[in-house]
């Protein structure tokens, strides 16, 4: 498979999870507030501001605003072009490398993605948006589930279905660890947390439905929610499909479908970083990760995500790759500027 | 005949009514079963049909919009539709056509003897711009130059079949042709069925073998690719698309890396062989070592690769110099020249700035004619003399005193006519145009029909999609 296009297909499946996560987490929240009678300014500003920073975008954030609340954090990660990270550019990425790869993806897949870029930038987007916000994150979902959907059931398991894979845990498995940081404020730095007020257990609970993780955790534990419990199920659960370790567990098998080398042993740098720690997560309990303080290990496990694609990128992309890509898009107009018909 | 009721010829050549309105035989049965649909269930096709194309990213982009806004390329639902016999005078004159070009190519590549003969001037050759004076002596595979050509045709006022351009680089729109022809059996099955319409879906097949028969000597299952300047440029759907069809892997510039003369594609498991390249990169693009040095679109050592035989390129460099239009003028003599033939398909009436007596009736007669940059296409560089304001017609004048060589004219042909949809107004006659796909291999192959563009503004001759063009399924029906 060409490199290039073994990167578009990574990226294609990294922004369409991106879309699909960010939807959550801003319906989840705006929902959540409704559950609030009154809140100050400050209070919400309170609630917003993690969101705001739990994507690095604080800076610019607040270059554009000058406070954060549900329509400013709603307006920047919905419909802002000019943020990278807002649900129309990330669409509009996934589609972009989409289109690069168009004729190794399948039409159903193609046709979807695309109709849901066309959905975000009409008109029509933003009627439904202002009729019903939870409409719109509702399309959203549904959109990235057929998609999923569609990846699953008409994708041959070769190469670029890995990559894929790859793109979409890695991704994953990083948005749930910025949605569990959204409340680390409200926990010590160090230390198992004790029992927390009615307002922390609704953050608490926002924070599963972020994940998708409701329904499952009750199944689990009942209607108590608490940090602990929740905090355990988000990152060290075997078995639920958003947890960080199910989903390195799921890239560790995907980066050794791509290299034909079996589990406990490593060939590059990829595999060695994600089997150690796969086996770390596996080794650990929740409580050692609280007395160690629960923001500082959800950094070292974004870096380490990072220090895993970096590995990946290292050996089946860039390795035989260069860039050059603004001069590039600038001629391929050019060209035809001057020879439009032919 | 419900919808097209009332559809009248008026005094232009039209594809489907004579000129006292009768509806011309070989549309009788298309229009008996078309008018069984009516308003509204036309309305609806359409909207389907649009839709369609927009869900299936068929478009175009808009150059010089900073959103990268993508358009649809107007579909129009009415079929334009060839008799057979039509098609077979069509096909013949085509083919004869490319031959002449080919053999053409290989003459001013190597003897010139055209050139000592005086047929065409030397000057003209010499002086074209994509004329490539480096490939001179170079054998191209099998010794064919063009193997993909896209030549425009349109009819005059008499219905005369004319040449109007050959596009010898790397002409797009086939695509539409296959795309069209699903949209039209998805809409109207039926009529289809009962018309009798010959099949396109050939072509990429066709295509494919064509350009595995130029593989360089010695290799026995060729890799063959798509070079595309990439998803920025407006053909892209076009490249992905055809990529598909023929199952071969699309490539850009970066893709590729030449390494002691070989082509080569970075793979995620390293560099795989790349034995032939159906570009759609123009020469000046190809290689920054030979052509454009700034270039990022090619690969370096792309040329010297081609020039040792181990890589082989479709259509091959140089085939520009055909699409002069200078030298266009001289193709009637091209065909005489190397194949002792008449031409089948006459060109336009043109005359050549650069001679004296014709440049002359061109500065007297600038209002009537239609003037042509020798090296622009795409509907651009170009003066329509009897739509021209005053101010235009002393610009180009000035354009054509300071430099004959790059200036043609020929009289205004009007275009023949077809009926398409035109919201409130119903249906109404509008100009078109036929770009049929020929491919030069083992033997000539030229898809049944071709690309029939149609220019949707009221009275405009215009049918490129950058200037409000749309197109139209062609049909061409078993004898």
């Known amino acids: ?342 | 005949m419900s919808l097209l009721n009332n559809y009248a010829s008026e005094d232009f050549f039209d594809e489907m009514v004579s000129r006292s309105s009768d509806v011309r035989g070989h549309y009788q049965r298309f229009v008996d079963r078309f008018g069984m649909v009516d308003r509204e269930e036309f309305e609806s096709k359409r909207r389907a049909v649009d839709l369609a194309f927009l869900r299936q990213g068929i478009t175009f982009n808009v150059y010089g919009d900073s959103q990268g806004t993508e358009r649809i390329f107007p579909f129009d639902l009415i079929p334009r539709i060839i008799p057979a016999n039509e098609w077979e005078h069509l096909e013949r004159g085509l083919e004869q056509r490319i031959t002449a070009l080919n053999l053409f190519l290989h003459d001013v590549y190597h003897e010139q003897r055209i050139m000592k003969d005086n047929v065409v001037p030397p000057f003209y050759i010499l002086s074209a711009k994509h004329f490539r004076r480096e490939f001179v002596n170079f054998r191209v595979p099998k010794d064919i130059y063009v193997h993909i050509c896209g030549t425009d045709l349109i009819r005059d006022n008499d219905g005369t079949y004319l040449v109007l351009e050959d596009n010898c680089r790397s002409p797009s729109g086939v695509s539409y042709v296959l795309e069209n022809r699903r949209a039209m059996k998805r809409s109207f099955p039926g009529i289809f069925e009962s018309v009798g319409v010959r099949p396109v879906d050939s072509y990429s097949t066709d295509l494919l073998k064509t350009l595995q028969y130029i593989a360089p000597a010695g290799v026995a299952d060729p890799t063959v690719v798509l070079l595309t300047p990439g998803a920025y440029n407006s053909a892209y759907f076009e490249h992905t698309y055809l990529a598909r069809q023929m199952g071969i892997e699309i490539v850009e510039g970066r893709d590729l890396v030449v390494k002691d003369a070989h082509v080569y594609m970075r793979t995620t498991h390293g560099l795989e062989p790349v034995h032939v390249i159906y570009r759609r990169v123009d020469d000046d693009f190809l290689d920054p070592t030979v052509f454009r040095k700034d270039s990022v679109l090619g690969a370096a050592g792309l040329i010297n690769a081609y020039r040792e035989g181990n890589v082989s390129l479709a259509n091959s460099i140089g085939t520009g110099v055909a699409d002069d239009k200078v030298v266009y003028y001289f193709l009637p003599r091209i065909i005489k020249y190397y194949l002792d033939q008449e031409p089948i398909l006459p060109n336009v009436p043109t005359y050549l700035a650069s001679e004296e007596e014709d440049k002359k009736y061109i500065l007297e007669h600038l209002p009537e004619l239609v003037v042509k940059a020798a090296n622009e296409s795409g509907g651009y560089g170009m003066l329509m003399g009897p739509r021209a304001s005053k101010e235009e017609i002393e610009k180009f004048r000035g354009l054509i005193e300071a430099d004959p060589r790059n200036y043609i004219a020929q009289p205004m042909i009007s275009l023949s006519r077809h009926p398409t949809f035109c919201e409130e107004a119903g249906f109404e006659g509008r100009h078109v145009d036929l770009r049929p796909f020929i491919l030069y291999g083992e033997r000539t192959t030229i898809v049944p029909g071709g690309l029939t563009r149609v220019a949707l503004n009221k009275g405009s001759l215009v049918v490129n999609s950058s200037q409000g063009g749309g197109s139209k399924d062609t049909w061409v029906l078993y004898d």
């Open chain 1, 1 to 342: 498979m060409l490199s290039r296009v073994a990167n578009s297909l990574y990226w294609m499946s990294r922004y369409i999870e991106r879309a699909d996560n960010v939807a959550r987490i801003l319906d989840v929240n705006l929902q959540l507030l409704l559950d609030y009678r009154r809140l100050d300014d400050e209070h919400l500003a309170r609630h917003w501001t993690p969101i705001v920073q739990s994507t690095g975008d604080e800076e610019d954030f607040f270059e554009k605003y000058e406070e954060a609340n549900g329509r400013t954090v709603t307006e920047y990660f919905v419909f802002r072009r000019d943020n990278p990270n807002s649900i129309v550019s990330s669409i509009a990425q996934a589609r972009e490398n989409a289109r690069m790869v168009r004729d190794q993806i399948t039409i159903e897949m193609w046709e979807e993605i695309n109709r849901i870029h066309l959905l975000v930038r009409s008109e029509r987007a933003k009627d439904i948006w202002a009729s019903s916000p939870a409409e719109f994150f509702h399309e959203i979902r549904a959109s990235s589930c057929d998609l999923q959907g569609l990846i699953d059931s008409t994708i041959p398991r070769n190469e670029g279905w890995y990559f894929i894979m790859a793109g979409k845990y890695i991704e994953r498995a990083d948005k749930t660890t910025r949605i569990l940081d959204l409340r680390h404020e409200n926990l010590p730095e160090k230390g198992v947390p004790v029992l927390v007020n009615q307002t922390d257990a609704l953050e608490w609970s926002a924070v599963l439905r972020s994940c998708s993780a409701w329904d499952a955790y009750r199944h689990i534990h009942g209607v108590d929610v608490g940090p602990r419990r929740v905090t355990e199920l988000l990152i060290l659960s075997p078995e639920f499909p958003r947890s960080v370790r199910f989903c390195v567990g799921e890239l560790d098998s995907v980066l050794r479908a791509l290299s034909g080398v079996p589990s406990g042993r490593f060939w590059n740098d990829a595999e060695k970083l994600s089997g150690r720690l796969l086996s770390e997560l596996r080794f650990s309990e929740i409580d050692d990760i609280f007395e160690s303080g629960l923001h500082q290990y959800l950094d070292y496990l974004q870096l380490q995500l990072n220090d895993i694609g970096e590995a990946l990128f290292d050996i089946y992309i860039y390795h035989p790759f260069h860039e050059g890509f603004s001069d590039q898009q600038q001629q391929q107009q050019q060209q035809a500027l001057s020879d439009p018909e032919k």
